[in-house]
């Protein structure tokens, strides 16, 4: 232990470690601002949360990555068991079964079902190059099914949002992999299809209304068009300087609904305008091409695939929370990471961070 605390402070990545404060402060500055008219504790709880993290984030670097590779399996069926133990008797929030509680502590596993499926997607890619190349379809059948199961399970719940995410961290890593284009095309293909089917036969109602007032808010703009047409007024009206901190409108008087779960990104916009929305935006920018730039100077595949699965993460998750607070994408209820309050989504990412850290500072020696 040691010995990987001192290899840890001698390679310590500097950048990373930056991007990721400044990223982290701006959430809870974002955050006390919009937990003001929230329920009393969940800005304390936060912060009770990041120190969580912060001691995860060591001890996740410290150790190295590759005994993960050992156990990624064991991890992955783990989280399959905890998924179906939520279908069976999970706690129900809002009428969707997504929480595990363990006496006054509930995980949701939908959640830590992203990084069990990077874990796994890594374990299986990093096997014999010549083999992954003769039999490209092998690996695609086997990558689609490591996703396919907890995506299903996390879709059965219903968790739209987070299955989706699922679903695009494993087809990136399949598209990034050196497989034959042939074999990709046909694969997306066959998931674009899939698709298709899933959202015209198998949608709740509910999220097919999402879909509907996406392409229509006026459909029902004081129902499932409320949250999106509320977002988009409160990035509008910060214009390019904002309304300044704790003055905006949108937040403080309670017209944007879930302002610190699924819409603190409108907070930011309205209170810092466009000029404090750009800089936030160049964090995520930094942060996901440093994970980019990781993966390219891993010493082996497992930890190139880590750095990958690490960097779509992110990636999505910015691009759909981003995308439906503006009103590009509808509304699935993705979380910004570091800047949205939960307590599992927080951790998740903060351990998947923290394995950036543990590729970087093992770079330069096996």
């Known amino acids: 232990m040691i010995r990987a605390l001192r290899k840890l402070r001698a390679h310590f990545d500097w950048p990373l470690v930056l991007a990721i404060v400044s990223i982290t402060a701006i959430g809870l500055i974002n955050l006390y601002s919009a937990t003001r008219v929230a329920p009393p504790g969940l800005y304390t709880q936060q912060i009770l949360f990041f120190l969580m993290g912060i001691g995860i984030f060591i001890t996740t670097a410290v150790v190295d990555y590759r005994r993960y590779e050992r156990q990624a399996f064991n991890v992955y069926a783990v989280c399959l068991v905890l998924l179906v133990t939520v279908l069976i008797g999970g706690k129900v929030v809002k009428g969707s079964s997504r929480w595990l509680g363990f006496g006054p502590i509930s995980i949701q596993p939908s959640e830590l079902a992203k990084l069990a499926v990077i874990f796994a997607l890594a374990k299986l890619f990093s096997g014999d190059p010549l083999d992954i190349a003769l039999r490209p379809s092998k690996y695609v059948i086997w990558a689609v099914g490591l996703m396919g199961a907890p995506m299903l399970l996390v879709a059965k719940q219903p968790d739209l949002g987070t299955a989706l995410i699922i679903f695009l961290i494993g087809t990136t890593v399949l598209v990034v992999m050196p497989l034959q284009i042939h074999v990709k095309l046909i694969t997306l293909g066959c998931e674009l299809v899939a698709g ?154 903060m351990v998947s961070l923290s394995l950036l850290m543990n590729v970087s500072i093992r770079r330069y020696s096996y």
């Not at 390019?240 to 403080?252: A, C, E, F, M």
Request: overall charge positive; charged content about 10%.
């Open 196 to 349: 298709v089917v899933v959202a015209l036969f198998k949608l709740h109602g509910y999220q097919k209304k999402r879909l509907l007032t996406f392409l229509d808010p006026s459909l029902d703009p004081s129902g499932a068009g409320w949250h999106a047409r509320q977002a988009i007024f409160a990035v509008g009206s910060g214009r390019w300087s904002g309304k300044g901190w704790l003055h905006g409108t949108q937040n403080q008087l309670q017209f944007l609904p879930e302002h610190w779960t699924d819409f603190p990104f409108a907070v930011w916009a309205e209170e810092w305008g466009f000029a404090g929305c750009v800089v936030l935006l160049g964090l995520y920018c930094f942060l996901i091409l440093w994970a980019i730039n990781l993966a390219a100077g891993a010493r082996d595949r497992f930890g190139q695939v880590l750095c990958i699965g690490v960097a779509s993460l992110l990636f999505w998750h910015v691009f759909f929370n981003i995308g439906m607070v503006t009103g590009l994408l509808p509304v699935v209820g993705v979380t910004l990471p570091l800047v949205s309050y939960g307590r599992s989504s927080l951790l998740v990412v």
